[in-house]
């Protein structure tokens, strides 16, 4: 959960009146979760965020489920899902279920003529290439190669890409992103022993209030469906805000990775967690320095979770025929581990350059027909 942030111009009391200089009221507006018990903001609009112009009907992008089971450890081809012009267009669900949803997304060009609002879900972004801005009412967030871009949900934004070509790597989570308990004091401070600290964290600058009066369209996402929604006065017309609850940016390259005498699992490399399922980043470190180790992870299975790798960059020690942008799916109950010779050619290693993000869930996951279309149907046999 990001920490207490401020920015532009707030009353010194909440809930009291706070005057344009004109003498008219500016609008409050608490964005509040789990009712009005948890983590929140308020924010000092000129005009209420209410006043609706009209909703469009509503466009279908559920995704389409191939399977809803699987038995097989299955690979799928990032990099070959086409580019797009149009941001939301562009992204295609390829592992969902009722937790969250896997995306990739190759668009080409900045949404400025409408805005975007999940409904549903937090969003992480990871920026596996390109750069640009992410613009909301809280400010501006400059993203490139190896963010995570944490959006929490009823956030609408808008996507500034200095280029055409960009490459985006999604979950989506229906319960909210947080850090890992075992990271944190009870006060909520991330402790000596994370991976990360709060020096590591982005939050939104450059606040610029925006008080225009027109027709601004925002899709809100929500139960698979996008409302195109009109709305009077424009989105990001705050004066200031405070609070808890806004989108930040942590870098990969800033995760500090745990180390070990010999191999230590997974949970070490963990960056974020949700109800049911977790995110973790594989960063370049040394390997482990006990005098027989092997470097290289043993046979495992998951008896209790479906284990999606995104290879990012870099060489992996434990796999063949590694592609930048190949996701890996090992499902649940069966085992998985490193391709045949690579347990000997790891031995005497002294360090991995290897960038993975990991997404494991605890429920399994479906997959859709996009997936399908970038799908190596022989990636099972890999083993052998």
Not at 4 to 17: A, E
Not at 152 to 166: H, I, K, L, V
Not at 289 to 306: G, L, R
Not at 324 to 351: D, Y
Request: net charge negative.
């Amino acid at each position: 959960m990001p920490h207490y942030c401020v920015r532009g111009n707030i009353p010194p009391k909440r809930h009291t009146q706070f005057r344009k200089p004109n003498g008219k009221l500016y609008a409050e507006e608490l964005v509040s979760t789990e009712g009005f018990s948890n983590v929140y903001s308020l924010i000092y609009h000129c005009y209420p965020p209410t006043a609706v112009l009209k909703i469009d009907e509503p466009i279908d992008v559920a995704p389409k489920i191939a399977y809803q089971k699987n038995m097989q450890h299955r690979c799928y081809k990032g990099f070959q899902v086409a580019p797009k012009d149009d941001y939301l267009e562009s992204r295609k669900a390829v592992l969902i279920n009722n937790d969250c949803h896997i995306v990739l997304a190759a668009p080409r060009k900045s949404t400025k003529n409408y805005f975007y609002k999940n409904s549903d879900a937090d969003e992480v972004i990871f920026v596996h290439e390109g750069s640009g801005k992410m613009k909301s009412v809280f400010g501006e967030l400059r993203f490139q190669y190896g963010d995570y871009i944490v959006i929490p949900r009823g956030t609408a934004y808008q996507m500034e890409f200095d280029s055409d070509a960009n490459r985006l790597f999604i979950v989506e989570s229906f319960t909210p992103v947080v850090y890992p308990k075992r990271y944190k004091n009870e006060w909520g401070q991330l402790l000596e022993h994370s991976p990360f600290c709060e020096r590591d964290i982005k939050q939104p600058q450059n606040l610029v209030t925006v008080d225009e009066e027109g027709d601004f369209l925002i899709y809100i996402k929500k139960q698979g469906l996008l409302y195109p929604y009109h709305y009077k006065y424009h989105p990001f017309d705050a004066i200031g805000w405070d609070g808890n609850h806004y989108p930040f940016i942590f870098s990969i390259h800033d995760f500090e990775p745990i180390t070990g005498r010999v191999h230590l699992p997974p949970p070490i490399h963990q960056t974020f967690e949700a109800h049911n399922f977790v995110i973790c980043s594989f960063v370049p470190r040394l390997y482990d320095y006990h005098p027989e180790a092997i470097p290289a992870p043993y046979n495992h299975v998951n008896v209790d979770s479906d284990e999606v790798l995104y290879y990012v960059d870099g060489d992996f020690m434990s796999r063949k025929h590694v592609e930048r942008g190949m996701i890996t799916l090992h499902p649940i109950g069966i085992p998985h581990g490193p391709h045949p010779g690579t347990v000997e050619r790891s031995i005497g290693a002294k360090e991995t350059r290897e960038l993975a993000v990991m997404v494991d869930t605890f429920k399994p996951l479906w997959i859709t027909e996009d997936a399908l279309k970038i799908e190596d149907p022989d990636y099972y046999k890999s083993w052998l």
